[in-house]
């Protein structure tokens, strides 16, 4: 994102916030703008120190992070590629502790300075420019070639790209990302790789727009991950604020149908986890949902993730999907495992739940026929679950295995001051 973009991306989230973060006594109308753009301004190792302190002599305050606990000392310095959230959750805590921390001692001031770095690192987090798989963007310029053309001899996939300044579109009610700053750290990572994924949409044809010297439909398109990006503010903004005045109320559980796990392997050939069903394959590809399960005697139509263990040829006859969970936040997880009561049969699998790599929970050899486990785990304080299956018919019911976890769940610890 370049200067104007990243301070479009801020003003269009504070203008979404409640009326009074708007306009805040003793900030001066030009600070969000500037503010946004403070990690620009000050990471810049070729920018004298004179000139960093004529801008703001506290610059440190806000760019600066401790290492151990961010993950790095600076925001454009983060080892890892973007697309590594949950390395960033540290830095997420880091950020949202010190916007709750100016907004309790009402200094408005480091509150937008704060707020501004934040809405900063959501910005290059969504920038088509940076989400492409390899940061030098080889894979890009074979797919998508410089056409020979004199106007386009200075063409840069990232530079070029980023040049680009995008508006802030509407943006949607804001949401409560947690009940306390780990959790709502978390929360953060989980939905920035989500824009990760949805921004990546907007690479090729923006390229495309560039290549077509068709400025008006690339400006269009940078307007979409602007937004998107002003949107992720809001919400870690919304919810800062929540934090800060302890209004945050309650939260239902946390569907980990939405979470996109940290670490997942499946069958090649059927791919990732299906939400809210299987598929029967062969013949054919096609999901078949609602997900099914034998509960109290009676087949149930219900919520989860379909996942098939694969087929070993490549690997063992086994397929996981691991998330990495903040410390101490949620008390247990709960969901319903078993075959897919239609279209398991035959198929024979055994559930299995680990908690920081140890099994904790094992369902033994389970079929079509039988009752889907209730299974309640305890999660301590760990931080890595992993839901996994195995084949438990020596591969010999491979395309039958369909297993199903029917509303996989976390709940939160009742000991957060909350839900006391
Ligand atoms: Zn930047």
């Known amino acids: 994102m370049n200067y104007d973009a990243h301070a479009n991306i801020f003003w269009g989230a504070l203008r979404a916030l409640p009326e009074k973060y708007c306009r805040l006594p003793g900030v001066p109308e030009s600070l969000p703008a500037l503010a946004a753009n403070y990690p620009d301004l000050f990471d810049d190792p070729t920018r004298s120190e004179e000139s960093k302190n004529a801008v703001d002599a506290e610059w440190r305050r806000f760019i600066d992070f401790p290492p151990e606990r961010a993950g790095a000392a600076r925001l454009h310095f983060f080892p890892g590629p973007m697309d590594r959230q949950?390395?960033?959750?540290?830095?997420?805590?880091?950020?949202?502790?010190?916007?709750?921390?100016?907004?309790?001692?009402?200094?408005?001031?480091?509150?937008?300075?704060?707020?501004?770095?934040?809405?900063?690192?959501?910005?290059?987090?969504?920038?088509?420019?940076?989400?492409?798989?390899?940061?030098?963007?080889?894979?890009?310029?074979?797919?998508?070639?410089?056409?020979?053309?004199?106007?386009?001899?200075?063409?840069?996939?990232?530079?070029?790209?980023?040049?680009?300044?995008?508006?802030?579109?509407?943006?949607?009610?804001?949401?409560?990302?947690?009940?306390?700053?780990?959790?709502?750290?978390?929360?953060?990572?989980?939905?920035?790789?989500?824009?990760?994924?949805?921004?990546?949409?907007?690479?090729?044809?923006?390229?495309?727009?560039?290549?077509?010297?068709?400025?008006?439909?690339?400006?269009?398109?940078?307007?979409?991950?602007?937004?998107?990006?002003?949107?992720?503010?809001?919400?870690?903004?919304?919810?800062?604020?929540?934090?800060?005045?302890?209004?945050?109320?309650?939260?239902?559980?946390?569907?980990?149908?939405?979470?996109?796990?940290?670490?997942?392997?499946?069958?090649?050939?059927?791919?990732?986890?299906?939400?809210?069903?299987?598929?029967?394959?062969?013949?054919?590809?096609?999901?078949?949902?609602?997900?099914?399960?034998?509960?109290?005697?009676?087949?149930?139509?219900?919520?989860?993730?379909?996942?098939?263990?694969?087929?070993?040829?490549?690997?063992?006859?086994?397929?996981?999907?691991?998330?990495?969970?903040?410390?101490g936040v949620f008390r247990y997880f709960t969901a319903l495992a078993g075959l897919h009561a239609e279209i398991g049969t035959g198929g024979a699998v055994a559930f299995s739940v680990l908690l920081d790599g140890k099994t904790v929970w094992n369902s033994g050899r389970m079929t079509a026929e039988m009752e889907a486990w209730n299974v309640e785990i305890p999660l301590g304080e760990a931080t890595e679950l992993t839901l996994r299956t195995d084949d438990a018919n020596e591969g010999k019911s491979f395309w039958n295995n369909n297993a199903y976890w029917g509303r996989p769940q976390l709940h939160r610890s009742p000991e957060t001051e909350q839900e006391k």
Request: charged content about 20%.
């Open 86 to 327: 949950v390395e960033r959750i540290g830095l997420y805590r880091c950020m949202l502790e010190r916007i709750v921390h100016s907004l309790q001692e009402r200094n408005f001031t480091a509150f937008i300075k704060h707020a501004g770095c934040l809405s900063h690192a959501m910005g290059d987090a969504v920038q088509p420019a940076h989400i492409t798989p390899d940061p030098n963007n080889f894979l890009l310029s074979q797919m998508l070639p410089v056409p020979e053309d004199p106007q386009l001899l200075d063409f840069h996939y990232h530079t070029s790209v980023e040049a680009v300044t995008g508006t802030c579109g509407t943006l949607a009610e804001p949401k409560l990302l947690g009940v306390s700053i780990e959790e709502a750290a978390w929360r953060l990572s989980v939905d920035v790789l989500l824009a990760i994924r949805h921004c990546r949409r907007y690479i090729i044809p923006t390229v495309e727009a560039l290549f077509a010297h068709d400025t008006g439909r690339a400006e269009q398109l940078a307007a979409g991950p602007v937004t998107v990006a002003a949107q992720l503010t809001l919400d870690a903004l919304f919810s800062a604020i929540l934090i800060a005045e302890k209004r945050v109320g309650k939260l239902p559980p946390v569907d980990l149908r939405l979470i996109p796990p940290a670490a997942e392997r499946h069958d090649l050939v059927y791919g990732g986890a299906i939400l809210d069903g299987n598929k029967k394959m062969p013949p054919n590809n096609v999901p078949v949902t609602p997900g099914a399960l034998r509960v109290g005697g009676k087949i149930v139509h219900l919520p989860g993730l379909g996942v098939l263990p694969h087929s070993g040829m490549q690997f063992d006859r086994s397929c996981y999907m691991s998330w990495i969970l903040p410390a």
